[in-house]
């Protein structure tokens, strides 16, 4: 939403993630909303869902295979290079998955 604010953005990106191995690869993720890059965070570490401090409701992390990351704004030259770019791209209308990896080998 438009009116979330930072640390609601920041949760929302952050949690509740279905991800393989190639999480431990990821540099920066992204919050991403009608194709716009609106945030770019670095990731620090990934964490099972519901390990670490959040402001969101929790779903069932006892029962979860999913993962949040725990990280920072980005810093200002990594920012002015990604925020408010399209990334419709990557998206495909029909795309059901949320994420998507990009320049990691």
Do not use: C
């Amino acid at each position: 939403r438009h009116t979330m604010t930072p640390l609601e953005l920041y949760d929302a990106t952050r949690i509740a993630w279905k991800l393989g191995k190639d999480r431990e690869k990821v540099r920066f993720a992204m919050s991403i909303y009608a194709g716009v890059i609106r945030e770019v965070y670095e990731v620090m570490g990934w964490y099972p869902e519901g390990s670490t401090f959040q402001t969101l409701p929790n779903r069932n992390p006892k029962e979860s295979d999913r993962w949040e990351f725990v990280g920072r704004i980005a810093e200002e030259k990594i920012r002015k290079k990604y925020i408010y770019r399209s990334v419709a791209h990557y998206f495909p209308p029909a795309s059901q998955n949320p994420i998507q990896y990009v320049g990691i080998e």
